[in-house]
């Protein structure tokens, strides 16, 4: 889920910079968008 704060914050940026990470937001859980953000990082530039 989205939780307030800091933390939605962080994932509202994300979702900028990731749109394909942005689409997820609303259904995974903070340890899941960790996850997330470390494949993103490592993903080729075409995936991003």
């Known amino acids: 889920g989205i939780y307030p704060g800091a ?3 962080e994932i509202l940026l994300h979702g ?3 749109p ?3 689409l997820f937001i ?5 340890e899941d968008i ?4 470390v494949f ?9």
């Open 34 to 37: 960790a996850d997330s953000v």
């Open 40 to 48: 993103a990082l490592r993903a080729p530039g075409n995936v991003q």
């Open 26 to 30: 609303t259904s995974i859980e903070p």
């Open 7 to 9: 933390t939605n914050t």
């Open 16 to 18: 900028v910079l990731n």
């Open 20 to 22: 394909l990470l942005g």
